[in-house]
């Protein structure tokens, strides 16, 4: 273990948002991991909230792989077309469920090289199944409030969502892995929002560096830390 991962686990940053969100889990609605594997795929470029609001019909017309497999594309279109999408997320929850059949014998599997072979399963989904619904912790989701607010707290200065990834994944201890997402996206939509993020009132202003730069901005533009000196200095104040 270094010392930059040492510094950052027990940093002020993970602390302060537990306890500032000791709610902080997963907003999709689930019940197994199937289902919460269904409710990521169809949250892409979709609220939870409104993942939520269909899920329930789905679920239950619908609740194994092998049922869902053999289901009409036209069915699952009308029941998850207010997701936005529907068409491919029909397909490729249909094909999902037939791979988890043909290949997994009906089991979701519980391992990113697995999961990341399943139709309309990227990285970030496979994080939030195996998270959420297996507790391993194989890697840090990034979507788009993490990948936003880690560049404010210059945790990274990566754009490439798997680079990102890799930066948190060094500088987070593995525990924190999996909670670390539910907080940032807490963050993001309380305080650190993409456009007037509330630097005066968010728990963190103390000790981001982005705390001025971003103050009374209509839209953040301070992304990219100046220097790769700039974690290790965060990290030095929140320790
Ligand atoms: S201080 Fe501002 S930029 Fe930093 S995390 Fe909070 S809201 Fe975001």
């Known amino acids: 273990m270094t010392t930059t991962t040492t510094n950052i686990k027990n ?32 949250s892409a470029q979709c609220t939870d909230v409104q ?5 329930p019909i789905l679920f ?12 009409p594309v036209t069915k699952i279109e009308s029941i998850i077309h ?34 990341i072979t399943l139709p309309g399963v990227g990285r970030k989904t496979a994080n939030v199944v195996l998270s959420n619904a297996f507790a391993i912790n194989e890697g840090v989701v990034v979507d788009t409030h993490v990948k936003r607010i880690s560049k404010r707290l210059e945790l ?12 948190l994944m060094k500088l987070i201890s593995q525990n ?14 309380t305080f650190c929002k993409s ?9 963190l202003k103390s000790i981001c560096p982005s705390a001025s730069k971003c103050k009374q901005v209509q839209e953040c533009k301070c992304h990219a830390p100046k220097s790769a000196s700039a974690t290790l200095r965060m990290v030095a104040i929140a320790r």
């Open 51 to 55: 993942v939520n609001k269909v899920t």
């Open 82 to 115: 207010s997701t936005g999408f529907y068409k491919n997320k029909s397909k490729n929850i249909i094909a999902c469920s037939r791979s988890i059949v043909e290949k997994f014998n009906g089991e979701v599997p519980s391992s990113i090289a697995e999961l």
């Open 60 to 71: 239950k017309d619908f609740p194994t792989p092998h049922l869902l497999m053999n289901a």
């Open 11 to 42: 940093s002020k940053i993970i602390k302060i948002l537990k306890k500032h969100f000791p709610e902080a889990k997963c907003a999709l609605n689930y019940n197994n991991p199937f289902e919460l594997l269904l409710a990521t795929i169809l």
């Open 176 to 189: 924190d892995w999996g909670i670390f997402s539910h907080l940032l996206i807490n963050l993001g939509r």
């Open 195 to 203: 456009q007037k993020p509330k630097c005066d009132s968010c728990p």
């Open 156 to 167: 990274t200065k990566n754009h490439d969502e798997k680079k990102i990834e890799r930066d």
